[in-house]
């Protein structure tokens, strides 16, 4: 009799057992995971499926799903997609509030769902929701930091979110006021790389995540365009494969004038179904070719990216520069039809979309001869711009803000060339001509002097120009000069 008794008990126990919710993060889930971290989402979809057919009270199969939500949500921006997938962020979180509490993944799945959702609406213009929703993944890992310090995976989303919150624009700052929020840069940097090197069990179960932010982070708030570019070189990224690393990749040397090392980025992509189509791809081409005055090649990817992405981000600059090409090429009639584009197309979110309109507002149309400096300038090719501009001076240029720009894209090429002392004296020069300008320049010279004395150990002539860019008003890109400024101001004076 106590035979079978013991025999329905266990038997009972082993059902329960199958019947309860779960944290597994098996190898098939880094499977997964890795497919969905490489944007090869229509596959990865499939084997979730699959996987959750197999082990339904498996819960890492919830923030697979989130995750792969996450990254089509982000990178396409596709309104109709949003509408269907976005309510599903709130049901993950209810199945995941189901699972054991005593288990690390517990907070951790939790956190990075509610980042997931924070993110998607900042992304879709939600900001008031985005702001409470991240609050709420900055507690999560910070309280499971406290209770599983040895958990490594919690530190790369604690680390990225510390670093930002650290370096908060004025523009945004309210929402650190009201949220209660700290952070600190160095700290932040560091555990996210402590990840990357690590050894143990956890290694790898957001490993490609780390790979994706920290040059993001290094480059945009330790200001360290070399560190992050030798990280980049030296690190076994494969972005043949990695479609995630190779938008990082791409991304990263548009904005840092390396358009070479773009396109030839892209151009080595694997392609196939297997991977979430980007319309980036075209976006990135585009500006790839208009740095290096191809114009019909740059004008053929900027119009595929305009008609095929579904989005609003970015598309105010894409016509912008389709109106560039048309205005190069001689079509004024071309140019204006793209300039009304500009006008009524996408939104002001990012602060390229806002010069974008800024511009279009104006209603003039940008000197010849700087622009093509600026373009090359912006690729790379330092020589080519300064030949662009080779004989001219100030008195060359009419507008006040034409003579402003010529001082800058001067200075930006002497900086790029190495030679800093020109630099800082045509930086300047723009300084003294567009501190109560409208455009970007001066601000953005005090930004770059700043940056050459923070480098040369010049601490406190850094600051005071990292101040001087904080405290000019009104310009195209405050916020993003502003947080890069005061991430300088920081670094500066921990030395």
């Known amino acids: 009799m106590r035979s079978l008794l013991l025999l329905v008990s266990l038997f009972c126990t082993v059902l329960l057992q199958g019947q309860t919710k ?33 082990n339904p009270n498996n819960l890492i199969n919830e923030l697979l799903d989130s995750y792969a939500d996450f990254y089509e949500l982000f990178l396409n921006e596709d309104v109709a997609v949003y509408q269907k997938l976005n309510p599903l962020f709130e049901k993950r979180i209810k199945l995941l509030e189901t699972g054991p509490k005593n288990n690390p993944y517990y907070l951790y799945c939790l956190g ?12 879709f213009d939600n900001t008031f929701n985005g702001a409470w929703d991240f609050r709420k993944a900055y507690l999560y890992f910070k309280d499971n930091r406290k209770s599983y310090p040895n958990f490594s995976a919690n530190d790369v989303y604690f680390g990225a979110i510390t670093t930002v919150v650290g370096t908060i624009p004025k523009g945004y700052q309210w929402i650190v006021n009201i949220l209660g929020l700290s952070g600190h840069i160095s700290e932040g940097n560091t555990l996210v790389l402590k990840y990357i090197n690590s050894k143990d069990e956890h290694s790898k179960k957001c490993r490609n995540e780390a790979l994706l932010i920290y040059p993001y982070l290094i ?39 390396q358009s070479a090392k773009a396109l030839n980025v892209v151009q080595q992509l694997e392609t196939g179904p297997a991977y979430l189509q980007l319309p980036f791809w075209n976006l990135e081409l585009g500006y790839a070719y208009t740095n290096e005055l191809k114009l019909d090649k740059a004008q053929k990817y900027l119009t595929d990216f305009t008609q095929i992405f579904k989005g609003k981000f970015y598309i105010k600059d894409a016509f912008e520069r389709l109106s560039w090409i048309a205005y ?3 079509d004024i009639k071309k140019a204006e039809a793209y300039r009304k584009m500009v006008l009524s197309a996408g939104n002001q979110v990012t602060d390229a979309d806002k010069h974008a309109m800024q511009n279009a507002k104006k209603g003039t149309w940008p000197n010849t001869i700087l ?32 003579k402003t720009e010529f001082a800058y894209r001067l200075g930006r090429i002497y900086e790029l060339m190495g030679q800093d002392e020109l630099a800082i004296k045509f930086y300047k020069s723009a300084i003294e001509k567009g501190a109560h300008q409208p455009e970007y320049f001066a601000a953005r010279a005090a930004l770059q002097i700043g940056n050459i004395y923070e480098n040369n150990g010049q601490y406190a002539k850094a600051i005071s120009f990292y101040n001087e860019c904080i405290e000019m008003k009104d310009h195209a890109f405050k916020n993003s000069l502003d947080q890069k400024a005061k991430s300088g101001i920081q670094r500066c004076l921990k030395q």
């Open 22 to 54: 779960q944290y597994i993060w098996s190898d098939r889930s880094q499977q997964i995971y890795e497919s969905i971290t490489s944007l090869r989402i229509p596959e990865a979809r499939q084997n979730i499926i699959v996987e959750r057919k197999a």
């Open 112 to 123: 990075v769902t509610y980042f997931h959702k924070s993110v998607i609406a900042f992304r």
């Open 219 to 257: 480059m945009n708030f330790e200001g360290n365009t070399k560190k992050a570019f030798s990280f980049i070189e030296n690190t076994p990224y494969d972005f043949k494969n990695n479609h995630m690393h190779a938008y990082m990749a791409t991304n990263l040397y548009l904005n840092h004038q």
């Open 328 to 330: 190069l090429q001689g």
């Open 371 to 402: 622009l093509k400096a600026r373009l090359f300038s912006d690729g790379g090719y330092q020589t080519q711009a300064l030949t662009t501009l080779a004989g001219k001076t100030s008195n060359d240029f009419t507008t006040d803000a034409d």
